[in-house]
């Protein structure tokens, strides 16, 4: 393959993730943008024209016209299914971004179309944007569980409420937060990254326990505080707690072994080794309270090194362009943190713990009667009506 060809790639979704894409996509030179795609027609236009390239406004329009081999998908999670799928179908390569889908039957329905078009076309890659995974924290973490360092994992508890989001933030749109435009709160929009990085670091939970608080703190329809349970298969436990409404927040992982405490706050990752393995000082020391000699280490972390999505896109390219290397996040992995995420929802209304594969039929039926029941009406939209009525009625006199 020459050493000179580029990979045609179509961007779907102009929002500002999407305008991230096209800045870096401009740098990568074994890329051509063939083409940009809205249905925000003058964003389309405007972001075409600063990337010399053309603007569609359908994706089937950017199918059927630009010559793309791959696609990236930025759109809102509801479309990531059928727009995936198509794309699928046409042979076209896919990074897509988080999460995969807004629940668990949605995302099995892309895994199976790729399953499908990979039996005419074994070379075909497909990505996710799971991007976190190329912070050196916790790609450190993940070094060092693999290891062995901590022996055998007894806890894992993950406070992670650095999230905040103001009441304009969920007002700046009539889709978010709602059961319609975004399937759910926090779990879908702002943790799909942490709920990846759990499942990445310690596996999927055979239990779970949740307890989600509906516009617990702001006026919207979906939940903006959890609070979760984990039992995993091997006998370790995990928690998750979360929120957008906490100041000034908190992002601290805590995972037990047998042979410490490893902590990331901050910034840092600090390793509490134990001297011998704690369940074998607990049922072989003769002393009833003491407690075994522990060491404080700092573990040093290469922080100078390249992240982001520049990089997970650089994965991709090269395994479509040569065959060669390992993405970043396959998108089968994608339905993974969506069993954590749907299971919490799911363990939340029904009140009891759900055992995991979750019941996708189970949770859908549930969103759809959500999205169907609702008579959640934003502030902005009642505003705004007042507003048109008032503007009406001056005219009317």
């Not at 051509?32 to 603007?55: F, M, P, S, Y």
């Not at 007894?154 to 709602?178: E, N, P, V």
């Not at 307890?211 to 919207?220: S, V």
């Not at 040093?300 to 993405?327: C, D, I, M, S, Y």
Request: charged content about 20%.
């Amino acid at each position: 393959m020459s050493a000179n060809r580029k990979l045609k790639i179509g961007l779907i979704g102009l929002g500002n993730i999407g305008g991230h894409h096209v800045n870096y996509l401009s740098t990568m030179d074994n890329v051509e943008l063939v083409g940009v795609c809205d249905i925000n027609k003058a964003k389309a236009d405007e972001v075409a024209a600063k990337a010399g390239t053309t603007a569609y406004y359908s994706h089937t329009e950017l199918f059927d016209k630009s010559g793309l081999e791959a696609v990236i998908i930025a759109v809102p999670h509801y479309d990531h299914t059928p727009i995936s799928i198509e794309a699928f179908e046409r042979g076209l390569h896919v990074l897509c971004e988080k999460p995969l889908a807004v629940h668990v039957n949605d995302a099995n329905k892309s895994i199976a179309a790729y399953e499908a078009a990979k039996q005419s076309n074994p070379d075909l890659v497909f990505g996710l944007m799971f991007q976190e995974r190329t912070f050196p924290f916790y790609m450190k973490i993940k070094n060092f569980i693999q290891s062995g360092e901590l022996g055998q994992l007894t806890r894992a508890t993950w406070i992670h409420t650095d999230w905040f989001r103001s009441q304009r933030y969920y007002d700046s749109g009539d889709w978010r937060a709602t059961w319609a435009g975004e399937g759910g709160g926090i779990l879908t929009n702002q943790c799909p990254h942490t709920l990846d990085m759990y499942q990445w670091l310690f596996g999927v939970p055979a239990q779970i326990t949740g307890h989600a608080h509906i516009g617990k703190y702001h006026h919207i329809e979906v939940e903006d505080e959890v609070t979760a349970y984990f039992e995993h298969a091997n006998g370790m436990i995990g928690h998750l707690i979360v929120t957008t409404a906490e100041l000034p927040g908190t992002n601290r992982l805590e995972i037990i072994g047998e042979n410490g405490k490893l902590v990331y706050e901050n910034e840092k990752l600090v390793f509490y080794r134990n001297r011998m393995s704690m369940l074998k000082y607990s049922m072989e020391t003769e002393g009833k309270f003491e407690r075994v000699e522990t060491w404080y280490t700092e573990i040093p972390v290469n922080t100078k090194v390249a992240t982001g999505h520049k990089v997970v896109t650089e994965k991709f390219v090269r395994k479509v362009l040569t065959g060669q290397g390992e993405l970043i996040a396959h998108g089968s992995e994608g339905v993974n943190g969506l069993q954590i995420a749907n299971g919490i929802m799911l363990s939340s209304f029904n009140k009891q713990t759900v055992n995991v594969p979750i019941d996708g039929d189970a949770f859908e039926s549930k969103l759809q009667e959500l999205i169907k029941t609702s008579k959640f009406v934003k502030k902005s939209a009642q505003a705004e009506a007042a507003a048109t009525s008032d503007f009406s009625k001056s005219f009317s006199v």
